[in-house]
């Protein structure tokens, strides 16, 4: 029918948090998945991942982000953690100075496992933490620049910036599917051709998920 002229495609986008445990990457991602914020800050234990979709211009992306899980305490993220991924959060508290100093470890971790062409954002989490603020934003920004990465302060506990931050990922990524600036064999979203019933992508989707791990 009138759906055959429909050449608009979903994209499904994997997201991963970096950074040192506390720093609160898993609100984050109960932030923008499913707008909540837990202040019980019980460490994550197990490989989570929650999958929101969100319009972006004339596409709809299926962003699929992963939590470590507690796991960056043992330093035994595995490569199953980082395989696939199209973006990464790298994450820290700007009241912490020691998690905001621990970035450049886990960039060279991150880029150790994953895809070169990743877009990758320094987040310093917490601002409403102004009072207690140790990591100037100026002095972080101009690290996050120095590197190549893209930059923005949030706060999962009033929600600022959560949203921006998780779409100008997206946007970056997209842009970078988009353009084929990235070779084959490296960077490349799983596209699905829409539209499809819901039973038939919860199955895709499984398959998906779990088929890496």
Same mark, same amino acid.
């Given at each position: ?5 429909d050449?608009?495609?979903?994209? @499904? ?9 506390g720093v ?7 932030r923008?998945?499913?707008n ?10 197990g ?15 299926? +962003?699929q982000?992963?939590?470590?899980a507690?796991l960056?305490?043992?330093? +035994? ?8 991924a ?8 700007i ?7 621990s +970035? ?5 971790e991150?880029?150790?496992? +994953?895809?070169p062409?990743?877009v990758?954002?320094l987040v ?9 603020? /140790? @990591?100037?934003q100026?002095?972080?920004?101009a690290?996050?620049?120095?590197k190549?990465l893209?930059?923005m302060e /949030? ?9 921006a931050?998780f779409?100008? @990922?997206l ?12 070779t ?5 979203a @799983?596209?699905?051709s829409?539209?499809?019933?819901p ?8 398959k998906?998920?779990?088929?890496n791990?």
């Amino acid at each position: 029918g009138s759906m055959g002229s429909d050449e608009s495609y979903n994209f @499904v986008f994997k997201v991963v948090l970096i950074g040192e445990s506390g720093v609160g990457k898993s609100n984050l991602l109960s932030r923008f998945t499913k707008n909540e914020f837990n202040h019980d800050s019980r460490t994550t234990i197990g490989v989570e991942f929650s999958t929101r979709t969100v319009q972006l211009d004339t596409f709809t992306i299926k +962003a699929q982000i992963w939590d470590t899980a507690g796991l960056e305490r043992y330093r +035994a993220i595995t490569s199953a953690y980082y395989r696939g991924a199209v973006g990464a959060l790298l994450v820290y508290d700007i009241s912490k100075h020691l998690t905001y100093e621990s +970035a450049e470890r886990w960039l060279k971790e991150l880029y150790d496992h +994953a895809d070169p062409h990743i877009v990758v954002m320094l987040v310093g989490n917490k601002s409403d933490l102004e009072a207690l603020r /140790t @990591v100037p934003q100026e002095e972080a920004r101009a690290f996050a620049e120095s590197k190549g990465l893209m930059f923005m302060e /949030t706060s999962a506990l009033s929600s600022t910036n959560v949203e921006a931050a998780f779409s100008e @990922v997206l946007k970056a990524i997209h842009k970078k599917v988009a353009s084929r600036e990235v070779t084959r064999g490296s960077i490349s979203a @799983v596209t699905l051709s829409s539209p499809i019933g819901p039973s038939s992508e919860a199955k895709e989707e499984r398959k998906t998920c779990c088929r890496n791990l």
